[in-house]
């Protein structure tokens, strides 16, 4: 089992920016697969950025050049920079996890992930 507990969001401006953390627990010491999930109320769920157990790293078209993933694994930590926020990029963004070998491309196109934390609310008013 995996925990995963999101911190970080909020409400800003457009163009505004905001630095989403997830820390993980449980069975972490295992090949891990890592992402962040973003759902909107009523629209299916995105993969916005995830980093493969191998450590490839992908983001959604709708994201990149914008948002970072990054991982501290002394930490167990999971971090998405967002710069240049626009209001459609609200919604509830959810740290997830998964126990395999694949890239992060495979993640970032099925949204298949095992373990999911509870989200964090990120609005981006115009």
């Known amino acids: 089992q995996v925990q995963l507990v999101e911190s970080g969001g909020g409400a800003v401006q457009t163009g505004g920016s905001l630095r989403l953390a997830c820390v993980a627990s449980?069975?972490?010491?295992?090949?891990?697969?890592v992402g962040w999930v973003r759902q909107v109320p009523g629209k299916e769920r995105e993969a916005v950025a995830a980093?493969?157990?191998?450590?490839?790293?992908n983001e959604a078209d709708s994201v990149r050049g914008r948002c970072a993933i990054s991982r501290d694994k002394v930490k167990n930590t999971l971090y998405l920079e967002m710069n240049d926020l626009k209001p459609e990029d609200t919604a509830m963004y959810y740290c997830?996890?998964?126990?395999?070998?694949?890239?992060?491309?495979?993640?970032?196109?099925?949204?298949?992930?095992?373990?999911w934390g509870q989200g964090t609310q990120v609005t981006v008013s115009s």
């Open positions: 449980g069975a972490t010491d295992r090949s891990v697969s």
């Open positions: 980093i493969g157990s191998d450590g490839s790293i």
């Open positions: 997830a996890a998964a126990r395999s070998h694949l890239k992060a491309l495979y993640y970032i196109r099925s949204v298949n992930f095992e373990y």
